[in-house]
């Protein structure tokens, strides 16, 4: 449609994700056309972001060093460790100020129809972090759908063996939905809540 | 929220047409956890785009060379220009497969709340285009809502000193809508319908 290179921008916008082609050509004419928009400083981070940024070794968390700042924060609670599926779950719990402890970050959830089973999670780098009888309690705070559910009964059979207490978020999160989207009261409250499993 | 880079990337991407934070947040998690995206064919095109591409000299269309493909194609009717806002609008014209003429995009539309007068649009090259008599008959397609009417109002008044046809697009497209989102059937048809001022 356009002359070669816009119509390979717009292309390769549109594999992003929640971007149609649309989007994508509306994008791709905005960096064209906006002079000042800094095209050099985004496909510089573009680069940077895949070189420098690496996953937490303890939690699996976004980093830049080998562990993440909340994994290295002597004020965060190394007793209480909350479970979650993503990254992006841990920036979406941080904005509710209410937990204080640490994160696990499972990197997905137990779904049988994506091929994901629970060899394809960090649930074995979990429960190396549990062996030491440092953590009292975890919150399993995997996304209130179907994959998520799955997942939290699978690790709460898992983490019966252990003399540790496990929790669940409370359903003050609406069922069916993504936890990252969740408002901060609904999931500060969800975190107040918790129900022991 | 996040280590430096990776917030530094969402808020660049935030910055983008139609990207809220979620979007962003999103799209740079799938750029950070799809090792078979290819991020820098990505950021590539970001800076090639901005240093190859530049803008017709002959109708104000993206280019990758002095004139654009449209142009330069000698079997486009010379006779016929299609005078639009933006180059995305003739994208939108040429999936329509209606019109075999040329363009000339103004660079967006008179607007007196966004202070664009007629002087900030390029309105001086069309009248010089139209200045040898090769031309017989100019679309106006500007788009239908409120500054789209006032420049065809405008251009409409100024072409009248030239013997030349002036039409405007059919009132098939939906009122205070956007051309380039109309769909291939509705956009032909208000080419076929084309009313003469």
Known sequence: MYDGIVQELIDELGRLPGIGPKSAQ????????????????LSELLREVRERVRFCEICG?????ETCAICRDPRRNPALICVVEDAKDVAAIERTREFRGRYHVLGGAISPIAGIGPDDLRIQ???TRL???????????TNPNLEGEATAAYLSRLLT?????????????PVGGDLEYADEVTLGRAFEGRRRL
């Open 131 to 141: 062996a030491d009888g440092t953590v009292q309690e975890v919150i399993l705070a």
């Open 161 to 173: 063996t252990l003399d540790i207490a496990v929790s669940r978020l409370a359903s003050g999160l």
């Open 26 to 41: 509306r994008i791709a004419f905005h960096i064209l056309q906006t002079p000042s928009f800094d095209v050099s400083r």
């Open 125 to 127: 780098q979990l429960m």
């Open 61 to 65: 968390n976004v980093s830049e060093s």
